[in-house]
């Protein structure tokens, strides 16, 4: 299958300060990328999806504000956590969707955030 | 109601048994049906995909789709511990819909 690699995999902050995670689609390209939180012992939960040179489209209670997501190409997508909050202590997993127009959608390994 | 139901379980089974694994949606409209299998504290890995209607096998996995009943289901033959996972069923037309996941431990 096609990877997505996310980068960090794991990072720990100080509260105020900002965290920025990124999402690469290796091999092929990705017209769209989806941003989730994932709790412990909980499904996924979209928070955004974006689209290569548009701005990214938000789910109902998601702060656009303090998460900023940039997909700047076909194989990039990025997530910046503004001003953290212990509150925003979580897994953050992105996901990609193939230009080949398949319905599949390859998910990166995740990138755990805790903020002190 | 949500759009797709998925038993969280936990479920626990002996090493080979077969387990099945079961999602029942909703929406008519969704023509792409996924697997995913997530350890924990990693991303999901795609296990199955299915277009529409009808079976798949791989290995020891077997999708199910019936879109007359809006039932898509998962078969693990010869189940074994390295199965132990949380298991996700996904489905698509334009959005994305997930179900909760079910928890299967399978015990040696």
């Known amino acids: 299958g096609a990877v997505v690699s996310q980068h960090p995999s794991w990072v720990i902050c100080k509260s105020g300060t900002s965290v920025k995670i990124e999402c690469r689609s290796l091999?092929?390209?990705?017209?769209?990328m989806f941003w989730y939180r994932q709790f412990p012992k909980q499904s996924l939960m979209l928070m955004a999806t974006s689209n290569e040179g548009s701005k990214a489209t938000y789910e109902q209670g998601v702060e656009k504000d303090k998460f900023l997501i940039n997909h700047a190409s076909l194989t990039l997508s990025t997530l910046t956590v503004t001003s953290a909050h212990p509150e925003d202590s979580s897994f953050y997993i992105c996901?990609?969707?193939?230009?080949?127009?398949?319905?599949?959608?390859?998910f990166g390994e995740g990138s755990r955030l805790t903020v002190l | 109601q949500k759009e797709v139901e998925q038993d969280p379980g936990p479920l626990s089974v002996p090493e080979g048994a077969i387990v099945s694994l079961n999602c029942t949606y909703s929406n008519s409209a969704f023509q792409y049906f996924m697997w995913y299998r997530q350890y924990s504290r990693k991303g999901p890995e795609l296990l199955m995909y299915t277009y529409s209607s009808g079976n798949k096998e791989d290995g020891r996995f077997t999708a199910q789709v019936d879109k007359s009943s809006k039932y898509i289901s998962l078969f693990i033959r010869d189940s074994q511990p390295s199965d132990s996972a949380t298991y996700l069923c996904a489905m698509r037309n334009n959005d994305m819909r997930f179900g909760a996941g079910t928890r299967l431990t399978v015990k040696p």
């Open positions: 996901s990609a969707d193939s230009l080949a127009g398949t319905g599949e959608l390859f």
């Open positions: 091999d092929f390209q990705a017209t769209t």
